[in-house]
Structure formats: structure tokens, C-alpha cells
């Protein structure tokens, strides 16, 4: 069992609600997954009209909202945010992300750790997505952070555990646990990350953009929790990387009619 | 050093000539790995990429729905007035063009916002011809807070205006601010642009990186396509955006690629694009810049455009009036051009929807920006 604040879980899988191509799939997906702790963009929650098709289903589904502040760009816009889903969703768990680089969407050192700072005091969970940096890693402990989510390659880049080195840093210093999130492109990869010893990752492109969501949901918690039972039975295994093949309809083919 | 600088000091013979010798090999070696090197963006948008269309498709679908999902940001373009003192052949708001004039009230703004609302958009773009003295900084900054209210993303298309300006606007919840170039070619600049304040190529060149200081959220960027080679405009275009994102990090970037299409005293394209034409450069773009947003109007027919998604476009507009006031009172004679795809907005949205795409109609939530 994953403890995480005051609530246990029994999945080492999160995931994530972006990219779906319908919220029957997303449901579906996370379902498959067994995930029970699900992250989602405020900025995507239209907090005008009550119905809402990524809300809605995700709380008929029973798991664990994750609000995150992704679209921040500075501290005082994350905390303003993680206010604002407090207020709506009646939850104080808040992932927090600010990036104020559009391009590769890296996570601000700096306005993160003012933030968590700042989120920590007003009674928060704050579980802060950060590049793998063990000093940061450490700062974000002592202002009272929940977890730490480091990541393993830029966001929705499918390109596994680029960060190894630091991330095996993290892990072996943290006191809190370690989420590794945004890379995770193969259950190959999940698994390496769970082999080394990490708490639990966040898998959200990766599934949401397979050609069938719901198997490679079922997929990454298989793998998942195996990559876990080895690292407690101090075994560790290689990965790979699998090609997606083209089309059998050529894409242009509308050019030719 | 201003891009400007960067672009006048540029070998265009050269690389236009670069252009057009390129070979299979450098194509096949800019398909592999292409992204954001100036050289690889040349080789996909030559005419020896052609053949390779099926392939630069593949790797552009594939890009795109890694990096967007099967999300399809809408938006509508807002028509707040058709005046404009300046002279573009291309243009039905042209200053002599016989055309009823009009810019709205905030009572017939209102008007239009409600329509709008109404379908579900929650992203628009204000658009104007350029008329500084009656439709300027002023006017703008009266109407903003109207729309602002309604809409959680707001982008403007008007004439290019000041650094204070735009942070005045910025501060009043402007988000993205689109200003096409609409040819690189200097001398071709100067034949179209014959009258008013457009006609300073430098200024216009320029008012990217003075929207970048001021802070906004995105810029979008855009040639004409078809007033001059499309090839070399669209090249240098690349050049553009790669200059501005080594500069100015923190700003997303955008990208409109209109044709030249019929309008009231219109002229013909020097260069047409073809449907092909266009395919090759969506896909030249994506494989060069991961996460440019690629925005497709009303201006491209339905059947084209039902098949773009997937290549590279990210965003789109549907049911679309390109005249002031044309969502409450359509009339047709005001029109800037004419629009192709005249479907509504739910007839768009579920050929989209059956291709396996979803409309995003909320992205951002506006409260939240600029606090400080
Ligand atoms: S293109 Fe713009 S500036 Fe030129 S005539 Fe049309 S509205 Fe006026």
C-alpha cells in the first residue's frame, strides 16, 4: 500500500485526463488502469455551466481527483488556481505545475518552491511536478510537500527515463515518496521507473494517444505493479522502445480523389 | 540585433537557389530529423519534397497527436469594423472599395457576443481593418473589457500598434494578437500595399518582438499565401519564428496559412498554392516546430479541411461571418473575403467529431493571467 498524506492507495499507476478522444474512452482507460488517483487541468474545467464532460464522469467513477495548475505560469497564479479548485472541487489536493516555457513545458524551480511554500502553509497536499533535481527535490520536503514528481522526460514526450541518473538520486534521499511523471512513452518504461524504486508514476500521452487506450491502460498496470514486486525482490530488467508503424490508408490519399 | 537586421542581412538569392536544388537525399535525411533546423524546413518545402508527401503526412500525424491529443481548438473571428485607411489589392476593405462602412457599437458588440455565446465558443479573435484615428488604441481599449467579460480568450487582429499599447491592451485581457506579413519579399510588399501606414514593411517586420515585450500570450504569424512564391515566404517565415522563439521563450507562437482567395476588386495569385501545395507546407511545419499551433479558417473548403486535422492543424474556426456585425444582422456586401466553408458550426463539429477529433471549446481560464 502507497501512502500519500493521509490516504492509501493500493495502484502505483496515476493517470491523467488530457488527450482522450472522448471522455467515454478516458473512462474506460482509467477504469482499465485501476488508477485511483487521477489528474486533470483546471484551466479545461468550465467553472460557468455545472455539467461538464471530464468532471462529470470522473467523479461518477469513484477515483481520486488530482486538480493540477498546468497553464500556470508564475507562484502567485499556481496558488491562485489551487484556490480556486479548492473552492469548486472541495478537494486540497493540488498537483502543482508551473511552466512558464511553452516550448517544452519545463517546470519553473523557482516559482514552484514559492508556491509550495506558500500552499504548504494554507493547508494543502501539495504534490509539485519538478525536473529531477535532488537539491529541489529536498527543498520541496522541507516545506512540507506531500510527494515529489519529478519527471523522467520532457512532458508528452514518450522518451522514458532520460532523467535515470538523477532520478535514482531522488529516490534514494527522499523521505517522502517519489512520483515520476511526464516521459513515460512504454509500460517498459513505467516498469524501470517502479524497478528502481520509485512510489508510483503518472501516465497520462502514453495511454491517451495508444491506438487502443483501454489495452494499454490494462498494459501499464500490469506493468506497474510488476516492475514493483521486482524492485522488492532486487531485481531489475531492460526496456524497449516500440515503433508505431504507418497507416494502411495513405494520409493524402483525399489529394488524389 | 532585430529580426529586422537578421532578415536584411540574408543571402535570398542564395537560398532561394538552395530552394530549388535541393535533392532526394537531403530530404530524406530532413524527414528523419528536422526539427528546428532552418536547413531541414528548407528541404521539406521544396518542390523535391513533393513525392515525399505520404511520408512527411506520417510524421506529422504522428507529431501532432503526441503532442495535441485529438484536441481541435475552436475559435470565431469577430468583426468589430470593416474601416480601413490603408490600400491592399487583395483586401475587400480596401479604402476605395464602395462598400457600405461600419464599426460596432458596444450595444451591437453585445449584440454579437450574445449569438456567439450562445454556440458555445469561448475563444475569439477581434478583427478590424486598420484605421487608426476611428477604429485605434482607443476604440480597442473601450470594446476589450466588453468582450472580455464573455470570453476566456481573447486574440485581436488588427493594425500593428505600439509596445504601451499592447501592454495597455494586455492589461485589459488581450491574450494573442495575430499580425501576418503577408509576404517577406520586400518589393512584392510594396506593389500590394500602395496606401496608409501598411505600407511600412520595416514597422510591420518589427511588431512581433514589440508584442513579445509587452508580454502576450501568443503571437500568431502568417504569409498570404500565393502574392508571392509561397516556397521562399514560407521559408522565411520559419526564419521569423525561429528568431522570435530564441528571443522571446515564454511566448507561444501560431500559425495562419491563407490563401489568396477571390475578394470585391481582387487580384490573382502570382504563385497559387495548390490543395497539395498546402498539405506539404502544414505538414513542413509540423515536422519543423512540434508544438506551433496551426490555425485553419473558413476560407479552405469543407472537404479540405475535414482532412487536415490529423496533419498538423490545431486549431479552427467554424461558422464563421467575416463583416461587423454579420453574426446578428448577415448581409454579404461587407464581407473581407468570401468564405468557402460555409457550414455551421454543428455541421463542422460532428464531420470533426466522426474523423475522431473532439473540439476543445475551453482552454485557458483568464482570471488567473497577469495577476501581479
Ligand atoms: S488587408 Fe487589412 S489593411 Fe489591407 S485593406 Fe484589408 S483590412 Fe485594410
Keep these: ?257 | 540585433m532585430s529580426f529586422y537586421d537578421e532578415l536584411s542581412s540574408l543571402p535570398r538569392e542564395q537560398l532561394k537557389l538552395s530552394l530549388y536544388s535541393i535533392g532526394p537525399k537531403e530530404v530524406e535525411s530532413a524527414l528523419v530529423s528536422s526539427e528546428g533546423s532552418l536547413s531541414s524546413l528548407m528541404a521539406l518545402l521544396s518542390p523535391a519534397a513533393e513525392p515525399y508527401i505520404e511520408q512527411m503526412a506520417v510524421r506529422a500525424k504522428e507529431i501532432t497527436r503526441r503532442r495535441f491529443g485529438t484536441n481541435i481548438g475552436m475559435y470565431l473571428p469577430l468583426y468589430l469594423s470593416n474601416l480601413c485607411a490603408n490600400e491592399c489589392d487583395y483586401c475587400g476593405f480596401s479604402m476605395s472599395n464602395k462598400l457600405k462602412r461600419k464599426s460596432l457599437t458596444s450595444d451591437e458588440l453585445k449584440q454579437e457576443i450574445s449569438i456567439i455565446k450562445r454556440q458555445g465558443f469561448d475563444s475569439i479573435l477581434l478583427v478590424s481593418g486598420e484605421h487608426e484615428t476611428k477604429v485605434g488604441i482607443d476604440y480597442f481599449a473601450s470594446m476589450l473589457p466588453l468582450v472580455k467579460k464573455q470570453f476566456s480568450y481573447v486574440a485581436m487582429e488588427v493594425q500593428p500598434l505600439r509596445e504601451d499599447e499592447y501592454k495597455h491592451l494586455v492589461n485589459l485581457g488581450l491574450d494573442a494578437v495575430m499580425l501576418y506579413q503577408e509576404t517577406y519579399n520586400p518589393t512584392t510588399y510594396q506593389e500590394h500595399h500602395t496606401r496608409g501606414n501598411k505600407q511600412d514593411y520595416r514597422y510591420r517586420v518589427d511588431s512581433p518582438e514589440r508584442i513579445a515585450r509587452a508580454g502576450v500570450d501568443k503571437i500568431g504569424l502568417g504569409v498570404l499565401l500565393g502574392l508571392d512564391d509561397w516556397r521562399f515566404d514560407a521559408l522565411m517565415l520559419g526564419y521569423h519564428l525561429h528568431y522570435l522563439e530564441r528571443h522571446f521563450w515564454r511566448c507561444r507562437y501560431s500559425l495562419s496559412l491563407p490563401r489568396l482567395r477571390p475578394c470585391t476588386g481582387g487580384i490573382t495569385p502570382k504563385m497559387p498554392l495548390t490543395d497539395k501545395g498546402l498539405v506539404q507546407l502544414i505538414c513542413a511545419f509540423r515536422l519543423f516546430n512540434q508544438q506551433l499551433e496551426i490555425s485553419l479558417s473558413t476560407r479552405e473548403p469543407a472537404s479540405l479541411r475535414d482532412n487536415l486535422y490529423g496533419l498538423g492543424v490545431t486549431h479552427i474556426s467554424a461558422g464563421s461571418s467575416t463583416e461587423p456585425g454579420g453574426y446578428s444582422n448577415p448581409q454579404r456586401q461587407l464581407n473581407q473575403f468570401e468564405i468557402s466553408d460555409d457550414r455551421s458550426v454543428s455541421e463542422t463539429v460532428s464531420a470533426m467529431v466522426a474523423k475522431g477529433y473532439i473540439p476543445v471549446w475551453k482552454d485557458w481560464q483568464s482570471e488567473w493571467i497577469n495577476l501581479s
Design chain 1, 1 to 257: 500500500m502507497l501512502m500519500l498524506a493521509d490516504s492509501q492507495f493500493s495502484s502505483r499507476l496515476f493517470t491523467g485526463t488530457g488527450k482522450f478522444s472522448c471522455s467515454k474512452t478516458m473512462v474506460a482507460s482509467i477504469e482499465a488502469s485501476g488508477s485511483q488517483l487521477v489528474t486533470m487541468a483546471m484551466k479545461r474545467i468550465d467553472l460557468k455551466t455545472a455539467s461538464d464532460d471530464i468532471l462529470a464522469p470522473l467523479k461518477a467513477s469513484g477515483v481520486k481527483l488530482l486538480p493540477n495548475t498546468s497553464g500556470a505560469r508564475n507562484a502567485q497564479e499556481a496558488v491562485f488556481v489551487a484556490e480556486l479548485s479548492r473552492e469548486v472541487l472541495g478537494t486540497s489536493w493540488v498537483k502543482l505545475e508551473i511552466h512558464p516555457d511553452p516550448k517544452y513545458l519545463m517546470p519553473d524551480p523557482i516559482e514552484t518552491l514559492k508556491a509550495a511554500k506558500m500552499l504548504c502553509d494554507k493547508g494543502f497536499v501539495v504534490l509539485p511536478y519538478v525536473h529531477a533535481d535532488p537539491v529541489l527535490c529536498r527543498h520541496l520536503e522541507e516545506v512540507g510537500c506531500a510527494a515529489v514528481m519529478p519527471l523522467g522526460s520532457p512532458i508528452g514526450s514518450n522518451q522514458g527515463l532520460a532523467t535515470q541518473t538523477f532520478l535514482k538520486i531522488i529516490i534514494e534521499q527522499a523521505n517522502i515518496p517519489v512520483v515520476v511523471d511526464a516521459g513515460i512513452g512504454a509500460p517498459s518504461h513505467a516498469m524501470q521507473a517502479m524497478e528502481m524504486g520509485a512510489s508510483a508514476v503518472l501516465v497520462n500521452t502514453a495511454i491517451a494517444s495508444s491506438r487502443d487506450p483501454v489495452a494499454m491502460a490494462r498494459c501499464f498496470e500490469s506493468a506497474v505493479s510488476a516492475g514493483r514486486d521486482a524492485y522488492l525482490a532486487g531485481l531489475g530488467v531492460t526496456s524497449c522502445y516500440a515503433q508505431q508503424t504507418s497507416p494502411q490508408k495513405p494520409l493524402t490519399a483525399f489529394l488524389e480523389s
